[in-house]
């Protein structure tokens, strides 16, 4: 039972932002949203997380909606290294925090 | 962001054959590491969480007498696949919870063929 979905792909021009689109309608109140990514043949690389408010760090911006029901990642300018496939993942309540990972959205930016 | 290494990188082995992947987060102490196996054109799969000092928590379907794991200190995880057979190959994942940030970090996985 997926927690979160997500588009199979997406493409998006160098230089442009990114938005990738999470929607996670039956989260509960103690869950966090999680974005990863992968890049091929690599163990995944921790983006962002967050809870309620928006967050931005140095990789990226997280934009959570007030119901919390779905979420989007901005990578503000895409690069080619940016390639790969992004996981939204709603952590686990338990004390474990496991990460169920989905399918993901590859995205791939054209030069 | 936190370190976390696998050792070796990727590894072949024969048939019948056991073989150790180590998990070492590098600049944090972690309880909690967990162990991922991802098939080609697959996603991660969560075979077992190690908690360190105790027993590990394996996921439904994942033998626990085949894959061995071993947590003895806050800064190593080991995972053994014991008489390992072509089926095994895969590529494994494993991570450790930063407690501090609750945030799991990840490496960068080991190749594992078996022949």
């Known amino acids: 039972d997926a927690k979160t979905t997500q588009p199979t792909s997406m493409d998006c021009a160098e230089g442009r932002a990114a938005n990738l689109p999470c929607n996670h309608s039956?989260?509960?109140?103690?869950?966090?949203v999680y974005w990863y990514r992968q890049i091929h043949s690599q163990g995944p690389q921790y983006i962002i997380h967050g809870l309620k408010n928006n967050e931005t760090n140095e990789m990226a911006s997280l934009i959570i909606t007030e119901d919390r029901k779905s979420s989007t990642l901005i990578l503000p300018h895409a690069t080619l290294r940016d390639t790969a496939v992004y996981y939204c993942i709603v952590s686990d309540s338990g004390s474990a925090r496991q990460l169920t990972f989905g399918s993901g959205t590859q995205l791939t930016v054209l030069p | 962001g936190a370190v976390v290494s696998q050792h070796p990188s990727w590894v072949i082995c024969k048939s019948g054959t056991s073989v150790k992947i180590e998990c070492r987060s590098l600049d944090f102490q972690a309880t909690t590491m967990f162990w991922y196996r991802q098939f080609p054109k697959q996603s991660l799969m969560l075979m077992a969480t190690s908690n360190e000092g105790s027993k590990a928590t394996y996921e439904q379907g994942v033998e626990k007498d085949k894959f061995l794991i071993n947590h003895a200190s806050l800064t190593l995880s080991t995972l053994t696949v014991t008489s390992a057979h072509p089926e095994d190959s895969s590529f494994y994942i494993c991570?450790?919870?930063?407690?501090?940030?609750?945030?799991?970090?990840f490496g960068p996985g080991t190749r594992l063929t078996v022949l």
């Open positions: 039956t989260i509960s109140g103690n869950e966090y």
């Open positions: 991570s450790a919870r930063d407690h501090k940030v609750d945030t799991q970090y």
